[in-house]
C-alpha cells in the first residue's frame, strides 16, 4: 500500500481564530481520510481545533507540544 | 413531504446568537453557524498573548457555541474586504473607530450571499432592538436588511415580535409566537433564558466583540493612520495595535514595549520586520520600533526602554539593538526620567 505524506498547515506565529481558519481551508480542498498536520504557536488552537474537528465531524489523531510549538494531526472526516 | 428549511445564523461567540440560533433549532428548523473574522475581533488574542491568565483555558468562543448547539460553524476570514468597510463607512463611525451599522450591513449581506450559495433558506442574528446606539435601534435594523439585500430573509429571534413579520414568519417556517419580544440594554431575560436552556459559561465581552469599539485601540488605530499618511493597514499593524505600550516620540516613529513576559515573546516574532532593542545590563522588555530612524533616533527610542527596565534609576543601561536582517549591536544610554516623557507620547 502506498504511504501517502500528511498535508501540512504552517500556522506559526498566526494567532486564534487563523489556525482555525488554515485549517478549515485546506481540509476542503482535500479527501476522506488524509492527514494534516498543524504546526502552531498559539497555545490555544489546542482548544480550537480539536473544537473545530468535533464539530465538523474529523478525527484529532494526536496533539503534541514541542518546545514552544505546538502540532496538532487530524484525519479528513468523510464529509 | 415539507422540506426541512435551512437557517445560517451569525455567530459571534456572545450570549444573544446563542440563544438565537437555539430558539429557531427548538423550531425544527437546521442550523449551522457563519463567524466572520474583521482582524479586529476581540477572540483570545491578547489572553493567548500575555502570560498572566494563562491558567485560564483559551477557547474561541463561536467554536464553544457551535459545539454547545451541535451545529457546524463556518469562520470566514474577511480581513481584506474587510478594509473598505473601516476607511470608509457610509453610515459613519461610533463614538470610536467603529463603524457598527456598515459591518452588520457587512456581515448580513456575506451571510446572505453564503445563504444563497449553499442553499439555505433564511439568515438569523442575536440582535435586539435598542441594545446597540448605532445598529441595533429601532430605526436602523431595517436598514440593515434593505441595504445588505438580505430583506425579510433576515430574522432576529430574540426581538422579533418588536419587528415586521419577515418571511420565515409569514410563510409558517417558524412559529413567530414562539420568538420573543426583548428590546434595550438588559441583560436579565437573555441570562434567564441561558439558565432555562441550561447554558452556562458564555462569553459576555463588556463593550462587545470588536477592538473598534475601544478608545485607546482606536486612537493608536488614527494615530498609524496619520503616521502612514492614509488609512491603510495590514493584519500585522492592527495586531501589534492589541500589544504593548505604543509611544510615539517623534512623528516618524513610534516605539512598542512589551509590558510582560508573553508580550515580549509575542513582538519578538517580529524581529525580523522591525528594528528591535532588548536590555542587556538589566532585566527589562523587549521592544520594536515602527518607523525609519537614524541614530539619533536609535539612542532616544533605547533610552525610552531602559525607562521601562530594571535599570531605571541606574546612571548608564547597555541596550542591544537589531537589524532585520539580523545583525546587533549594543549601546549605553541614560534611561529616561518619568518627567522627560511628555503624555503625548503614550498613545
Redesign the interface.
Same mark, same amino acid.
Given at each position: 500500500m502506498a504511504v501517502v505524506n500528511p498535508v501540512i498547515v504552517d500556522a506559526r &506565529?498566526l494567532?486564534? @481564530?487563523?489556525p482555525? #481558519?488554515r485549517v478549515?481551508n485546506s481540509v476542503a480542498e482535500l479527501c476522506p481520510g488524509t492527514l494534516v498536520e498543524v504546526l502552531c504557536? +498559539? @497555545?490555544?488552537a489546542l482548544? +480550537?481545533i480539536p473544537?473545530?474537528c &468535533? #464539530?465538523?465531524g474529523h478525527r484529532v489523531v494526536e496533539t503534541r507540544c514541542l518546545n +514552544?510549538e505546538y502540532l496538532v494531526i487530524l484525519e479528513v472526516g468523510e464529509e | 413531504m415539507t422540506r426541512q428549511r435551512k437557517a445560517v445564523a451569525l455567530i459571534s461567540g456572545g450570549l444573544d446568537s446563542l440563544l438565537a440560533a437555539k430558539l429557531i433549532q427548538q423550531q425544527g428548523i437546521h442550523v449551522a453557524g457563519i463567524n466572520f473574522f474583521t482582524g479586529f475581533c476581540v477572540e483570545g488574542h491578547t489572553h493567548a498573548i500575555r502570560k498572566k491568565g494563562q491558567e485560564k483555558p483559551k477557547r474561541n468562543n463561536a467554536l464553544w457555541v457551535a459545539e454547545q448547539l451541535g451545529i457546524k460553524l463556518n469562520i470566514v476570514d474577511i480581513i481584506e474586504e474587510y478594509k473598505q468597510v473601516v476607511f470608509n463607512p457610509r453610515y459613519g463611525y461610533g463614538a470610536n473607530l467603529n463603524p457598527c451599522l456598515d459591518c452588520k450591513i457587512f456581515m448580513v449581506m456575506k451571510a446572505h450571499e453564503w445563504c444563497k450559495q449553499n442553499d439555505f433558506d433564511f439568515i438569523i442574528t442575536g440582535e435586539v432592538v435598542g441594545q446597540r446606539p448605532m445598529s441595533q435601534r429601532k430605526d436602523t435594523m431595517p436598514l440593515v436588511c434593505k441595504r445588505s439585500g438580505a430583506d425579510d430573509l433576515l430574522l432576529r429571534p430574540l426581538s422579533a415580535r418588536n419587528l415586521p413579520p419577515t418571511l420565515p414568519e409569514r410563510e409558517g417556517w417558524v412559529d413567530r409566537e414562539k420568538l420573543l419580544g426583548l428590546s434595550g440594554r438588559g441583560r436579565k431575560p437573555q441570562i434567564a433564558l441561558a439558565k432555562q436552556f441550561g447554558f452556562d459559561e458564555f462569553a459576555q465581552p463588556a463593550g462587545g466583540c470588536c477592538f473598534l469599539t475601544d478608545a485607546q485601540y482606536s486612537s493608536k488605530l488614527a494615530d498609524l493612520w496619520q503616521a502612514r499618511g492614509s488609512k491603510q493597514y495590514e493584519l500585522d499593524d492592527i495586531m501589534l495595535l492589541k500589544v504593548g505600550r505604543h509611544l510615539r516620540p517623534k512623528a516618524h516613529f513610534k516605539v512598542i514595549i512589551a509590558r510582560e513576559e508573553g508580550e515580549g515573546n509575542f513582538l519578538r516574532g517580529y524581529r525580523k520586520q522591525y528594528l528591535s532593542i532588548d536590555s542587556l545590563s538589566h532585566a527589562g522588555p523587549f521592544a520594536l520600533i515602527d518607523g525609519n530612524v537614524n541614530d539619533q533616533d536609535i539612542e532616544l527610542a533605547a533610552s525610552l526602554v531602559a525607562r521601562y527596565s530594571k535599570g531605571r534609576d541606574a546612571a548608564e543601561v547597555e541596550m542591544e539593538i537589531q537589524t532585520p536582517a539580523g545583525t546587533g549591536y549594543a549601546i549605553k544610554v541614560q534611561p529616561l526620567k518619568p518627567a522627560a516623557i511628555p503624555e503625548q507620547w503614550l498613545l
Open positions: &506565529r494567532l486564534c @481564530p487563523m482555525v #481558519i478549515q504557536t +498559539d @497555545p490555544g482548544n +480550537d473544537s473545530w &468535533r #464539530i465538523n +514552544d | -
